[in-house]
């Protein structure tokens, strides 16, 4: 996923991803999370400790973050000299944290979470803290201490959500989805009356008119950006209106959370006989089946299909997202194609429903707080400013693509022809497209997924993600030991990301593999923000990555398709976004910065899964030990670049289906099918399958509504950074040290115009009328459209 989004309003919680929170809730005190979803996307950090510094309403329960005694300098390989501290201070314990080996804890580390019932505890007593500290406001003058107290109000609360979110997402136990569930509604149900609290209001309006008391350049930013969020939550409408604006968001959030349940109720199946048709290497995800005579269908109780021409033994598909595409890959009969297809592409029938209502509801929130539609209101706050710019830039990539997305798709039919000769469309079918491009790039370039797969052992993987952390930041990622209870399946691993002059920067949990009731697909989820406590005290970000990977056999150590490598690196640039940021506000930290500019770091990281600089140093046989050869990824980045057009198609089409069903209304069509249908036709040249609504899993339009282009807009960042920092040699302290210091530690607490400017230059940016957009020249000289920079 994917991460979900970054936040906007006081309270921010991220991805996640689904990559990784949406924006059902961008108002003054909305939580936000990122499950930073794959199919598929700054604020100034603390030059000095202000002088006020507030009460602290911290959890007990999540103590465990928090600095001890550590200075943070950076240690750039192309000097010798100690840098610039990146904070200022030595930072001492305040807090110790638990023996992880012997003390009993609760989920995530919350003594209160050891039972699923604790979640009640914990909602209500994140409300009776702010309570609290609101009153303490109300008696506050203007000072930097109201900007802190509306943080620790963010913290208590968000460590609701977050904790929530990732439970409801992940956990096996029903009783402790449930509870979590109720807890975040709960919470959410409180965060309207935050939004419209006169005192809370009032005190930032203070703040922010007496900018003079603002003693850093990112509480200046706070207080503005806090201000203009109340704002949009509808604080200035009369009463009646603005009891509806809090009624609409607490519905946009009911219905996004039933969007989601209903794609892990309802993922459809079917049959498959014989289980021959299905390659060996995928049935492991599917459950083995046996027809009885008299045509009933059982489960099987053998584990291996030996008997390749037995009719009767076959393979259960449910068309989750992992084994619908596996099949679409790698199924070589066209019928099976299609059928799984068809079944895969018409599931959940519901989420038509709810996504009618959906779009309704945002539009009327939209309207009601002076927006023309939920997409003018939506990219308001962003670098785009406006839907204007991001359709002018998607139309811009559209037009600049297209007669090479077509060519690539006439090369595609034409191929699928010379192999299956009984074929006479001129065009190639949804269901064969996969398949085709497969075997395309295979015979090609000589290459077999399953033998890419089998030098990417998810261990080595791991080790993939240490070497990153040591050569580019000097830092250490550690497994370390879970408490009881800690954890909330027995897979589940947690790791320290840690510095050998700044101490621990950070905690990571990792959820890799598949189980039934666990959401499917790939996010980051924050856990806790990073954020300043005290003079003496800092709080450390934790995070989480929950992923689908197929489910260990047994038989042989578990492996990884390449693209579920490059998933990875992508969510774990989402994760290092969270982990190395070092913001006074955790309202700022890591992944909570603006929507277009959130997936920059989970862009950047995807290229490292494609350097062979990196792979031979991770990428081993699971057998043999063999490293990967240098020729194959040659030959893996030939094959990226073969169809690479079409692919971006493809993205500007999802990005254009989500402006259009969130931009004005009534939509030009009776219903959203049949919107997507025009749009497919009209920029791509393509068909849709009559019968199919292949958007109803698409769950970015619940999570990025009106902002999937942002995954595009990071793209264009990512490849610009990646050429002007990394391309050299991106496995070193000097290039870490330029995306440390340039983005990665800033969160959202720097404007990233300003940040990508200083980075990239004056260039990498093209203002207009309309808004701000990237520069798109970096992103086509990747495959090939324009000369390379």
Not at 89 to 105: F, I, V
Not at 673 to 686: C, H, Q, R, S
Not at 718 to 746: V, Y
Request: proline share 5%; net charge neutral; with cysteine.
């Amino acid at each position: 996923m994917k991460s979900r989004r970054a936040a906007k309003g006081l309270l921010s919680t991220a991805s996640s991803n689904f990559g990784e929170r949406d924006q059902l809730f961008k108002i003054a005190w909305s939580c936000q999370w990122y499950p930073t979803s794959c199919s598929c996307t700054a604020r100034e950090g603390s030059a000095h400790m202000p002088q006020v510094v507030s009460r602290t309403l911290v959890s007990k329960a999540g103590s465990v973050p928090v600095a001890t005694g550590s200075k943070v300098e950076s240690e750039a390989a192309h000097s010798t000299e100690k840098k610039k501290q990146i904070l200022p201070q030595e930072y001492k314990p305040s807090m110790k944290p638990p023996n992880l080996r012997k003390e009993m804890l609760g989920l995530y580390g919350y003594e209160i979470l050891k039972t699923a019932k604790g979640f009640r505890i914990f909602a209500q007593d994140a409300i009776d803290k702010s309570e609290i500290i609101i009153r303490n406001i109300k008696d506050m003058p203007p000072s930097m201490g109201v900007i802190r107290a509306m943080d620790d109000i963010s913290d208590t609360v968000c460590s609701v959500v977050d904790a929530a979110e990732l439970c409801r997402n992940t956990h096996p136990d029903k009783e402790y989805v449930e509870e979590s569930n109720h807890a975040s509604m709960k919470v959410y149900e409180y965060l309207q009356y935050l939004n419209s609290h006169p005192v809370l209001y009032k005190a930032i309006v203070g703040v922010e008119e007496s900018p003079d008391i603002l003693t850093t350049e990112e509480a200046r930013r706070a207080a503005k950006t806090l201000r203009m969020d109340f704002e949009r939550g509808g604080i200035h409408l009369p009463s009646d209106k603005l009891k509806r604006v809090n009624d609409l968001n607490l519905e946009i959030t009911r219905l996004g959370r039933e969007f989601g349940e209903n794609m892990m109720r309802d993922q459809g199946q079917l049959d498959i006989f014989p289980a021959s048709v299905i390659p060996k290497s995928i049935q492991h995800m599917m459950k083995p089946i046996w027809m009885e005579k008299d045509g009933r269908v059982g489960w099987s109780r053998r584990s291996k299909f030996v008997a390749a021409d037995d009719s009767n033994m076959g393979l259960r598909v449910v068309t989750e997202p992992a084994v619908l595409s596996s099949v679409l890959k790698y199924v070589a009969d066209s019928e099976v194609r299609r059928r799984v297809y068809m079944v895969g592409h018409c599931v959940p029938k519901a989420n038509l429903r709810v996504l009618d209502h959906l779009i309704g509801a945002r539009h009327e929130l939209a309207q009601l707080l002076g927006y023309n539609s939920y997409a003018e209101f939506a990219t308001a706050p962003t670098m785009a400013e406006s839907p204007n710019a991001v359709v002018s830039f998607l139309e811009d990539i559209s037009i600049r693509i297209r007669g090479k997305a077509d060519e690539e798709m006439k090369t595609l039919a034409e191929f699928s022809k010379q192999v299956d000769t009984s074929c006479s469309s001129t065009s190639i079918n949804a269901w064969d497209e996969s398949y085709y491009a497969g075997l395309l790039k295979a015979r090609t370039y000589d290459l077999n997924a399953g033998v890419v797969a089998s030098y990417f052992p998810v261990g080595q993987c791991i080790e993939a993600l240490r070497i990153i952390c040591q050569t580019l930041f000097g830092a250490t990622f550690e497994q370390v030991p879970l408490a009881p209870g800690e954890a909330w399946h027995p897979a589940v691993q947690k790791m320290c990301l840690r510095h050998p002059s700044e101490g621990e920067l950070g905690h990571l949990y990792l959820d890799l593999y598949a189980r039934p009731g666990k959401f499917p697909g790939c996010a980051h989820f924050t856990l806790k923000g990073c954020r300043r406590i005290s003079e003496s005290d800092y709080q450390l970000p934790v995070v989480a990555l929950a992923c689908n990977f197929a489910t260990p056999d047994g038989n042989t150590p578990p492996i990884l398709n390449h693209w579920e490598v490059e998933t990875l690196f992508h969510e774990f640039g989402h994760a290092l976004h969270s982990l190395l940021s070092r913001t006074e506000f955790q309202h700022f930290s890591g992944t909570r910065t603006v929507l277009d500019f959130s997936e920059t770091p989970s862009q950047l990281f995807e290229h490292y899964a494609w350097d062979y600089r990196l792979l031979r140093q991770f990428g081993r046989h699971y057998l043999t030990g063999e490293t990967i050869p240098e020729k194959m990824v040659a030959s893996m980045n030939e094959a990226k670049r073969m169809l690479s057009a079409t692919e971006i198609q493809r993205q500007v089409l999802y990005a254009l289906i989500d402006m259009t069903l969130f931009g004005k209304q009534p939509l030009p069509a009776k219903d959203t099918t049949a919107v997507i249908a025009d749009l497919k036709l009209k920029y791509t040249g393509v068909r849709h399958v009559e019968g199919t609504h292949w958007h109803t899993r698409f769950n970015h339009l619940v999570s990025y509504g009106a902002g999937y282009y942002s995954y595009l807009y990071a793209r264009c960042f990512a490849a610009s950074i990646w050429q002007k920092h990394c391309i050299e040699d991106p496995l070193n302290l000097a290039t870490g040290d330029s995306l440390r210091r340039g983005f990665l530690m800033h969160g959202g607490a720097r404007d990233p115009s300003k940040m990508m400017r200083k980075l990239l230059g004056e260039d990498s940016l093209i203002c207009t009328a309309a808004g701000v957009r990237p520069c798109t020249e970096q992103l086509l000289a990747d495959i090939g459209l324009v000369a390379n920079s």
